[in-house]
């Protein structure tokens, strides 16, 4: 049994952009209608996190019922041009955005459920009360790397687990 994942913030951003992509609509969507699953937990811990760790808008970027995938694909010096995919004005102006979602150096911890936590003594210890672990010997630390084919099986089984609980309820 796998009681938390411990996680830096590469890796927590790398779970929270899966939530910008055209997905995250559909996830916030379900989490609308009720659905459970792993990436409805994930999208509530968005929800969820304070503030304090998250750079500024980013938790109204990902937890938007909009698709943020039109008119992103193209930048211009142009004012009067239109997108060549939606065909929008592109006279928005844009601000340099160094890449991720979480701020700063905090450690997280990432549950079988991608429900993410800022990590703590205490969340740790309210976890091995959950799950009544009574002799600390018993734990195992695991340390693992997390490449593009573990990246491409997480997303591959937590949607499905997502989609398959909604058809079943």
């Known amino acids: 049994m796998v009681l938390f994942a411990e996680a830096g913030k590469d890796f927590v951003d790398f779970l929270f ?3 910008a992509l055209p997905v995250g609509t559909v996830i916030s969507f379900l989490t609308n209608v009720g659905a459970t699953g792993s990436l409805v937990s994930l999208y509530k811990s968005i929800e969820n996190l304070n503030d304090i760790y998250l750079k500024p808008n ?3 970027a990902l937890c938007s019922n909009t698709s943020t995938s039109s008119c ?3 930048v211009t010096d142009a004012p009067s ?6 065909g929008c004005s592109m006279s928005t102006k844009l601000s340099w955005f ?7 150096v905090v450690t997280y911890m990432v549950m079988d459920d991608l429900v993410v936590k800022p990590m703590s003594t205490i969340s740790c210890i309210t976890l091995i009360n ?3 672990v009574w002799e ?4 195992e630390e695991k340390v693992t790397d997390f490449g593009m084919d573990e990246c491409y099986n997480l997303r591959k089984v937590h ?5 398959e609980e909604k058809r079943i309820t």
């Open 130 to 132: 959950k799950f009544n």
């Open 72 to 74: 992103n694909y193209y």
């Open 58 to 60: 980013q938790k109204e």
């Open 136 to 139: 600390i010997g018993d734990l």
């Open 159 to 163: 949607l499905s687990a997502t989609l």
């Open 17 to 19: 952009h899966c939530l």
């Open 98 to 104: 160094k890449g991720g979602y979480m701020k700063g």
């Open 81 to 86: 041009a239109k997108c060549p995919y939606c």
